[in-house]
């Protein structure tokens, strides 16, 4: 006599797992993470949670195969992007996936959280997988598959090819320059994705991975996750931060509500206060008109006062001589 219940309940596991393999949403639905809160707030291993910021990370992610992701710290997307290599690497047969940290402690850690999920996945998900004792990979027997880190050196991944390659933390890593050369290429020949993300270190005025970012028409979709895109946090979070961080600049370029914050200079480097010169982009507005090299701000007004003040150049470094117009009727407003 068939037990139908148990028919109906293997069918159920059956449809579970074909829609956690074909779509990384479904997959995500079944994803635990560890919740390190310190005392009775902590949920020890609690369900991912999926912010709307992550939801939108995720349809990049199933799209394009350059992916820059400029974040503020804690937002989910390192638990996040290495749950979407685990799971590439779990569901496709052949592939490859490499990913590396900030250091090799860090990159260790990152495949930690991988081996994590999939341990707290249900157990009609968890694909075979040789085995759970190497620090470095998880390779998964069934479809020939495997997911490893690398630490950050100067010839990481220079002895693979990669299907997938993660660089989570980028913008600390030693060796920039050389990682992108090294893995980039091997990813290109296959179509392979490559996922770089990171917090902006605050220490550097210049990497690689800030060229990147700043760069137009260079192939990579970018992302940028505001430390304020967490559904948890607000405007009272932030202030109560600045108020008890004993860095303020460190502070905002690790939790930038903007890009541009999150890449500005920092203090200790830079002739001038960046907070101001923030308070001056705020008066920036574009021209009513253009006429030539000439941009208007404003309609001329007969009853107005005006002054004009020019800082001539020779031109001998390829500088233009500028003129300024200027309403003294009303605070010394730019005008043309």
């Keep these: 006599m068939i037990d139908i219940t148990e028919t109906m309940s293997l069918r159920f596991a059956d449809i579970e797992y074909e829609l956690a393999r074909r779509d990384f949403h479904e997959f995500l639905r079944h994803v635990k993470i560890k919740d390190v809160r310190p005392g009775e707030n902590s949920g ?7 912010w709307p910021h992550l939801r939108e990370l995720n349809e990049t ?6 992916v820059q992701v400029l974040k503020g710290r804690q ?3 390192s638990w996040d992007l290495i749950a979407y290599a685990l799971w590439t690497a779990m569901f496709n047969r052949g592939v490859q996936c490499g990913a590396t940290s900030k250091t090799e402690l860090e990159s260790y850690e990152l495949i930690s959280k991988a081996k994590f999920i999939y341990t707290h996945l249900p ?3 968890q694909v075979p997988i040789k085995s759970l004792e190497n620090k470095a990979e998880m390779i998964f027997t069934k ?11 100067k010839d990481v991944g220079r002895s693979y090819t990669f299907t997938m390659f993660l660089m989570d933390e980028f913008d600390f890593q030693p060796y920039q320059v050389d990682t992108i050369e090294g893995v980039k290429p091997t990813l290109d020949d296959i179509g392979g994705q490559m996922l770089i993300a990171s917090t902006s270190n605050p220490d550097s005025i210049e990497s690689t991975f800030k060229t990147i970012w700043r760069s137009e028409g ?3 979709k970018k992302l ?3 430390a304020l895109d967490r559904p948890d946090r607000d405007d009272v979070w932030y202030e109560r931060g600045l108020s ?7 502070f905002k370029r690790e939790n930038p509500l903007t890009p541009e914050e999150a890449l500005s200079p920092p203090d200790s480097l830079t002739a001038f206060d960046y907070e101001i010169l923030e308070w001056m982009r705020s008066f920036c507005r574009e021209p009513i008109e253009r006429k030539g090299p000439i941009n208007v701000y404003a309609e001329f007004n007969p009853g107005s006062r005006y002054v004009a003040a020019t800082d001539t150049a020779k031109g001998t470094g390829l500088d233009y001589s500028v003129t300024t117009i200027l309403d003294v009727t009303e605070n010394d407003r730019v005008v043309a």
Excluded at 44 to 50: A, D, L, M, S
Excluded at 61 to 66: A, E, H, I, K, P
Excluded at 244 to 250: D, S, V
């Design 244 to 250: 008890e961080t004993t860095n303020r600049f460190r």
């Design 143 to 153: 479809n020939d598959s495997w997911l490893r880190v690398f630490a950050p050196t």
């Design 75 to 77: 937002t989910g997307a």
């Design 224 to 226: 940028f996750v505001s």
């Design 218 to 220: 260079n192939g990579y």
């Design 61 to 66: 992610l199933v799209s394009d195969r350059l």
């Design 123 to 125: 157990k009609e998900l």
């Design 44 to 50: 020890g291993i609690i369900p991912f949670e999926y």
